[in-house]
């Protein structure tokens, strides 16, 4: 059974610092890209960044030069620090991967539950 795990949320003073940590576990042949979403309330869900298996990354404009995802291949784990937060940075986080169970399948997107990031004013 694949699976994420999300850790990490929790409430800040706006201008503080949050990081992310997601885990993926269970039987897993690849790992493409991975990355981190939220949903605000009343919201879409929305990309916050993305990493390859190469570290090529890419980031919403709303978090560049804030936020850093980063990513431990042989641990598959996906990382995401968050730095100078924001009120509007308040969403319930979700890690995202793209795997591969087996060889020869198709590539699968996965989810975590998602964790709660508050950030205060």
């Known amino acids: 059974q694949v699976q994420l795990v999300e850790s990490g949320g929790g409430l800040v003073q706006a201008g503080g610092s949050l990081r992310l940590s997601c885990a993926a576990s269970?039987?897993?042949?690849?790992?493409?890209?991975m990355g981190w979403y939220r949903q605000a309330l009343g919201k879409q869900r929305e990309l916050v960044a993305t990493i390859t298996s190469g570290g090529r990354n890419d980031y919403a404009d709303s978090v560049k030069d804030r936020f850093t995802i980063f990513r431990d291949n042989a641990k598959n784990t996906v990382d995401l620090q968050m730095s100078r937060l924001k009120p509007e940075d308040t969403a319930v986080y979700y890690c995202?991967?793209?795997?591969?169970?087996?060889?020869?399948?198709?590539?699968?997107?996965?989810w975590g539950q998602g964790t709660q990031v508050t950030v205060s004013s």
């Open positions: 995202n991967a793209e795997m591969q169970i087996w060889p020869w399948v198709p590539v699968n997107t996965y």
């Open positions: 269970g039987s897993i042949f690849r790992i493409n890209a």
